[in-house]
């Protein structure tokens, strides 16, 4: 009867010895487990980070919480976000960030000239929100909204308007008779809109406009998988804190089902071409095995004429296939690691560390099962060569 | 009273091919005694081969009785065939007999694996064979790099290192020159008169059964004396 521990020292130092026969299938299967491992361990943060990189997919994943007008017949004070809102909604799982906005006209005077704009009065998470960068200057931040300066961020369109120029950063200008010093220029990406507009703390807004009470809220998701599950939540979170009967969300379904629809495609044609990937290396164990079988017949006769049980030749094929894609499975794995590494670095982000554990685990008893799979049918029919016929073959 | 190690009483073989019944062994008598080492001569394709395999449990007879050290063996199930010759036999055959990369230590190895020899015996049991055969200086060798001579060595010390009752040669010296086909019948007689094993050698060079104790031939199914 085999040992089990001559059967694993048999077959290791077999598969060791014959690796030249085996290193294509090896590095297929090392390979697809490499690549499962990155996508399964690095998905979720590759699609935020689409979400982040990309203006157009990131506006998918914007959502609009809104007071609708009560209409001309309602006599109390129009509903709007209480202090706390901003907190409320980022503590809901799949919210990336929220910000708060206000909209106000005013008009610029600049060398004894008026310019009339829309100025937005808005926290220090709104360019965060909307994948927002600067021209030049800066965006304002907590600071300025904590202290409510007097800062004004300009579109480029509004800039030009005014001044003339885009050189201003540092310039004052004074907004409805008040002084403001110009800190940053917007890029206004892909929503040219928002090159005529200006922005200001939602803070310094309330004191120096009348009536200003936040009606309007954008919250950005984590990914586009978060869109729904928010967009259902946020309302009754709300609602939860403060009166809202008019409040309502408005998602962009539409841009939604179609970036979906992309990265669904792109998915299924990652995932396939690793599954073909980890099936063309379980044929080729199977393959290889076939081939190994016929070329060891006479090994296999002379085995079982010194006393090897069927089951013995059974499980020494067997145990081969399973070192092979075993050690195949360890290869991958640290592609896997290596490439997890890579990816982070490319993102800029961290490793889900107990992900990248569990599906490395989950990788090695996928192969060490491809290598049973396929294994399997080779030992078959080695176990059940007659040994005559085995010994006379040539 | 000498006990035979095997017995063989009107053992017939027939092989078919297809409707067609071919009879090879016709009814043969046989009994081989310790320290016996028996010549089987013959024209090819008269079944010495067969017989041999049948002898070695390793091809089912069609009719007749085979005796192992007492023991009724020609109806045995497959399994416990290979049970009996892990401790019983040892096998030689022409050429290629040992495995695909592997030492020669590793080579005789496989036998005490299979008769579940443990592993710490196993190293003293693979020196004495080898030393039997004058192959220890090749011990950690790969066996594909040794000559033709030296690969048989090796496979006669391997047929020897589970100490079985008897060993079956088929034509062991068919592929060596004459110094060589010389120093291997010498290991086999050196072993069969030390141990008291019996040996039953399949044949074609007179000189080889010369060196025999007993000579048959095998001719239309019947074994013959000289
Ligand atoms: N499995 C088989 N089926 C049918 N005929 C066989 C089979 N094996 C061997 N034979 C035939 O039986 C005869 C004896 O073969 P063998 O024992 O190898 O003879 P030898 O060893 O004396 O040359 C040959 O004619 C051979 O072709
Ligand atoms: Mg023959």
């Known amino acids: ?394 | 009273m000498r006990e035979p190690v095997i017995q063989v009483r009107g053992m017939t073989k027939d092989y078919s091919n297809g409707p067609q019944v071919i009879p090879i062994l016709k009814g043969i008598d046989l009994d081989v005694y310790p320290g016996d080492m028996v010549a089987i001569m013959g024209p090819s394709g008269m079944g010495k081969s067969t017989f041999l395999f049948i002898l070695g449990l390793l091809l089912p007879p069609s009719g007749g009785s085979y005796m192992v050290k007492g023991q009724e063996v020609a109806k045995l199930t497959r399994s416990q065939q290979a049970q009996f010759r892990r401790t019983f036999a040892g096998f030689v055959f022409q050429s290629c007999n040992l495995f695909e990369h592997t030492k020669v230590f590793e080579n005789l190895e496989f036998p005490l694996i299979y008769a579940g020899v443990p592993r710490k015996d196993r190293a003293a049991m693979i020196d004495e064979a080898l030393a039997k055969v004058n192959m220890m200086h090749r011990r950690n060798h790969p066996a594909n790099r040794l000559s033709g001579g030296e690969q048989q060595r090796v496979s006669i010390a391997r047929a020897l290192v589970n100490r079985p009752s008897i060993i079956f040669a088929d034509e062991p010296t068919g592929q060596l020159d004459l110094k060589h086909s010389r120093m291997v019948m010498e290991h086999f007689q050196r072993f069969v008169s030390e141990d008291k094993t019996a040996m039953v050698v399949v044949t074609h060079d007179p000189g080889v059964a010369e060196q025999c104790t007993r000579t048959l031939y095998l001719r239309d199914g019947n074994l013959y004396e000289q």
């Open chain 1, 1 to 394: 009867m085999l040992q089990l521990n001559d059967l694993i020292r048999i077959s290791l130092r077999q598969v060791v010895r014959q690796h030249k026969r085996y290193l294509g299938v090896l590095l297929a299967i090392a390979l697809g487990t490499g690549l499962m491992i990155v996508i399964m361990t690095m998905g979720d943060e590759v699609k935020s980070n689409l979400n982040k990189d990309l203006d157009l997919l990131g506006g998918a994943t914007i959502i609009k919480v809104f007071f609708e007008d009560g209409g001309a017949d309602r006599m109390d004070r129009p509903e709007s976000f209480r202090d706390g809102s901003v907190e409320t909604v980022n503590a809901l799982p799949g919210v990336n960030a929220t910000t708060l906005v206000h909209m106000a006209g005013g008009y610029a005077t600049f060398d004894k000239h008026d310019t009339d704009f829309i100025m937005f009065g808005v926290d220090e998470h709104y360019w965060k929100v909307n994948g927002l960068h600067q021209k030049a200057g800066e965006l304002f931040g907590k600071e300025a909204m904590d202290k409510r300066l007097r800062v004004v961020v300009l579109g480029e369109e509004l800039a030009m308007r005014i001044f003339g120029r885009l050189d201003v950063v540092g310039e004052w200008i004074s907004v409805n008779r008040v002084l403001y010093l110009v800190v940053g220029l917007l890029d206004a990406g892909s929503v040219s809109e928002r090159g005529k507009w200006g922005y200001t703390p939602l803070t310094t807004m309330m004191d120096f406009w009348p009536n200003v009470e936040p009606r309007r809220m954008y919250v950005r998701c984590n990914t586009w998988d978060d869109v729904g599950p928010v967009s259902e939540q946020v309302i009754t979170a709300i609602r939860a804190r403060q009166k809202a009967d008019h409040l309502r969300v408005e998602v962009a379904w539409e841009a939604l089902k179609h970036i979906k629809r992309i990265v669904w495609w792109v998915e299924l044609f990652i995932y396939f071409s690793i599954s073909a990937t980890l099936l063309l290396g379980g044929f080729g164990i199977w393959n290889g095995m076939m081939t190994a079988v016929k070329s060891r017949t006479r090994e296999i006769g002379l085995k079982k004429a010194m006393g090897a049980e069927d089951i013995d030749i059974m499980k020494q094929f067997i145990a081969e296939a399973v070192a092979l894609s075993f050690f195949a499975g360890v290869l991958g794995v640290g592609l896997g690691y290596g490439g997890v590494e890579l990816a982070t670095w490319l993102l800029k982000s961290q490793a889900p560390q107990d992900l990248l554990y569990l599906y490395s685990l989950m990788s090695i008893i996928f192969t060490v099962l491809l290598g049973l799979g396929a294994g399997f049918f080779p030992a078959l029919r080695a176990s059940r060569m007659e040994v005559v016929s085995a010994i006379r073959y040539e």
